[in-house]
């Protein structure tokens, strides 16, 4: 069983040969995928693709076409929309305010035809010859040590890797085809399916001179008005949009100085006085010099990690290794914190 990092660039990877298909049949507009013409794939393909780039130049390079042609593409689904998407700056180009809009739901659409590719060569290829299971960095790793102990004890017979990628990428691992599950905060991508495997309160670090450094447990509306610092997730994903949701109705609506990479960042910080940090119980062990870490007050400040797996089919061991990982929350809720 192998543990690594991995790095991972780009939202698209390019494929000549499909481009080309593409960019060859984007005139018919009466063939159809789905319910979406061909035509409109590869416009919100462009589309997506000058978002990303904010410059039609490099976009066309992502895609391996001619920038003419992500031009024209452009151009043909702003006159179908009766809206310009995008406005042409000394840098690049920017999105106007329909761009903004129409960008997210042109993402599902180029997310749903990926999908279907990959769990469709998964399908012919039959069986995997070992589990691909990447995991975000807010993971605490004592949690893939015990997935790993279930498995040999199971006697699973297919080999599982372990790899770490960052979080906001997790769906983009599951729906390439590149990992089979991931590990990761929830929730999840509307479109990744979940299941809660372990359940940890949430604490936060304190400077060891901060005016509630005494007390055993801190009720979150006594930091009113305090910076928070974060190590739970990008600044827009769904995970920190959610614990900023339970801490606003607690009494405590966070103000972040900072995101943090790792807790042990978050903690630097909290010592230094950059604000208090806001983290997972399974950080207690770290016990930094300079910054204490207390519990909330508040029994429903709970993260949850989660298993993801795309929707649809699956091979049956990648089911099988999904059905056993979810045995990992203990029956006990007193022991959340002991890993």
């Known amino acids: 069983m192998e543990?690594?990092?991995?790095?991972?660039?780009?939202?698209?990877?390019?494929?000549?040969?499909r481009q080309a298909g593409m960019e060859a049949g984007a005139d018919d507009e009466t063939s159809s995928c789905g319910t979406v013409p061909l035509g409109d794939m590869i416009q919100y393909l462009c589309a997506v693709a000058v978002a990303e780039q904010s410059h039609f130049t490099r976009a066309a390079q992502r895609l391996h076409l001619d920038q003419s042609a992500v031009s024209r593409h452009i151009h043909k689904l702003e006159s179908r929309l009766g809206t310009r998407l995008f406005v042409r700056t000394p840098r690049g180009a920017e999105l106007t305010e329909a761009g903004r809009v129409l960008i997210p739901f042109a993402e599902r659409v180029l997310l749903?035809?990926?999908?279907?590719?990959?769990?469709?060569?998964?399908?012919?290829?039959?069986?995997?010859?070992r589990i691909e299971v990447a995991y975000a960095p807010q993971v605490d790793v004592r949690i893939l040590a015990r997935i790993r102990k279930l498995v040999v004890e199971a006697g699973f017979r297919t080999p599982v890797r372990f790899q770490?990628?960052?979080?906001?990428?997790?769906?983009?691992?599951?729906s390439d085809g590149t990992s089979h599950v991931a590990i990761g905060l929830l929730p999840s991508a509307e479109h990744i399916e979940s299941r809660c495997?372990?359940?940890?309160?949430?604490?936060?670090?304190?400077?060891?001179?901060?005016?509630?450094?005494?007390?055993?447990?801190?009720?979150?509306?006594?930091?009113?008005?305090?910076p928070a610092i974060q190590a739970l997730g990008s600044p827009d994903s769904g995970v920190w949009g959610s614990i900023c949701a339970l801490l606003r109705g607690v009494g405590y609506p966070p103000s972040v100085t900072h995101h943090a990479h790792s807790?042990?960042?978050?903690?630097?910080?909290?010592?230094?006085?950059?604000?208090?940090?806001?983290?997972?119980?399974?950080?207690?062990?770290?016990?930094?010099?300079?910054?204490?870490?207390?519990?909330?007050t508040e029994a429903s400040l709970v993260v949850e990690t989660g298993l993801l797996y795309a929707g649809g089919h699956r091979p049956r061991l990648v089911d099988d290794f999904i059905s056993l990982a979810s045995d990992l929350i203990p029956p006990d809720a007193a022991t959340i914190t002991d890993l």
């Open 164 to 174: 770490s990628v960052a979080g906001e990428r997790l769906s983009e691992c599951l």
């Open 197 to 226: 495997i372990w359940r940890e309160p949430l604490v936060v670090g304190l400077p060891v001179t901060h005016r509630l450094a005494r007390r055993r447990a801190i009720s979150p509306s006594h930091l009113s008005g305090e």
């Open 3 to 17: 543990l690594e990092e991995i790095g991972r660039s780009g939202n698209f990877r390019g494929n000549n040969e």
């Open 263 to 296: 807790a042990t960042v978050a903690l630097a910080l909290a010592r230094e006085g950059f604000g208090v940090a806001i983290l997972k119980a399974s950080e207690l062990h770290l016990r930094p010099k300079g910054v204490l870490l207390r519990a909330f």
């Open 112 to 129: 749903a035809a990926r999908t279907g590719e990959s769990l469709t060569r998964s399908i012919a290829r039959g069986e995997p010859e």
